[in-house]
């Protein structure tokens, strides 16, 4: 079992950086991957980015590559997302999540979400 809370949405101009934590409470959160994954307002979640979970690698949307960043620390059994140069386009409902392979798009866990609105 993992749970995961998400904190750092704020309100942000456009332009500016952001970065969201992700804590996770479990033992076994190192054997996962974690993906972030962002739901705007009537529309459907969509992928952002996602990291193995030694941290060795790292994937992301094109939507936001070279703009986005996915870390972790697993010694603090931590995720964050490094948001720069942000659009109003980015505004959503961040979530992530623990994603049992690297490979698929599987999702085991979901936190509950932190809201992130940029405005022009």
């Known amino acids: 079992q993992v749970q995961l809370v998400e904190s750092g949405g704020v309100s942000v101009q456009a332009g500016g950086s952001l970065r969201l934590s992700c804590a996770a409470s479990g033992r076994t959160f190192s054997t996962y991957a974690m993906g972030w994954f962002r739901q705007a307002p009537g529309k459907e979640r969509t992928f952002v980015g996602r990291i193995t979970w030694s941290g060795g690698n790292t994937y992301y949307a094109d939507s936001v590559k070279g703009r986005f960043t996915v870390s972790r620390d697993n010694a603090k059994n931590t995720v964050y997302l490094q948001m720069n140069s942000l659009k109003p386009e980015d505004t959503a409902v961040y979530y992530c999540?623990?994603?049992?392979?690297?490979?698929?798009?599987?999702?085991?866990?979901w936190g509950q979400g932190t809201q992130v609105t940029v405005s022009s």
């Open positions: 999540a623990a994603m049992p392979s690297i490979i698929s798009m599987r999702v085991d866990y």
